[in-house]
């Protein structure tokens, strides 16, 4: 399993652009990058992920740098309910995700 | 369509009881893993099920153990409950089981307390 660091917290103002950071240095060629977010005494919400390309939908953009050693998810315009724990995950065997301890991003209006 | 159900949401058991926690996944997916969150270790992986059978495994005690129908709906059973086994636990579906390129699907979850 590729083991994923992240800071602690992170703060954005509403309508900006937040840009939460991962470093994941041991990731395997073939291993996926994925992220989820956990809004407060919900279950985790599937955000994105990627393999070497950048991706794009409608809740985010993953940007992967070309070494595979970190990437950035960006939340083009913050909201409030966009306040939660974010989940930086390399992906493990089967269907199993190995949560760290994420980011939590704090959204101020 | 309708997402993954857990029943019950909340719970409350006596130490040395066990629980039986219920999981539907969304419709079509056939993996379901389960986790167990607490303050104190954050999310941990429980057990995974395809097909019925058990995929892959946590580092929990045997007292945790699970089962999948072949419906692909999925329980968890905790015996001879604990002070420490109060936690949200959470079940997540899949389309697949091994298969890359692929998201997970959480409920909301089953707050246990365990008195």
């Known amino acids: 399993d590729a083991k994923t660091t992240q800071p602690p917290s992170m703060d954005c103002a509403e309508g900006r652009a937040a840009n939460l950071p991962c470093n994941h240095s041991?990731?395997?060629?073939?291993?996926?990058v994925y992220w989820y977010r956990q809004i407060h005494s919900q279950g985790p919400q599937y955000i994105i992920h990627?393999?070497?390309n950048n991706e794009t939908n409608e809740m985010a953009s993953l940007i992967i740098t070309e070494d595979r050693k970190s990437s950035t998810l960006i939340l083009p315009h913050a909201t409030l309910r966009d306040t939660a724990v974010y989940y930086c995950?390399?992906?493990?065997?089967?269907?199993?995700?190995?949560f760290g301890e994420g980011t939590q991003l704090t959204v101020n209006p | 369509k309708a997402g993954v159900t857990q029943t019950p949401r909340y719970l409350i058991k006596t130490r040395g009881q066990q629980v039986t926690l219920s999981c539907s996944p969304i419709?079509?997916?056939?993996?379901v893993s389960w986790y167990q969150q607490t303050p104190g270790q954050g999310l941990q992986f429980l057990f995974e099920?395809?097909?019925?059978?058990q995929r892959n495994k946590g580092n929990f005690p045997g007292r945790f153990s699970g089962r999948q129908f072949s419906n692909s709906r999925s329980e968890m059973n905790v015996s001879t409950l604990e002070l420490g086994d109060s936690a949200l636990y959470l079940c997540?579906?899949?389309w697949g089981w091994g298969a890359t390129n692929t998201e997970a699907f959480f409920g909301q979850g089953t707050r246990l307390t365990v008195v």
């Open positions: 099920y395809f097909s019925e059978t």
């Open positions: 419709s079509g997916h056939r993996s």
């Open positions: 041991t990731i395997s060629g073939n291993e996926y």
């Open positions: 995950i390399g992906e493990t065997s089967g269907s199993r995700l190995t």
């Open positions: 990627g393999l070497k």
């Open positions: 997540a579906s899949s």
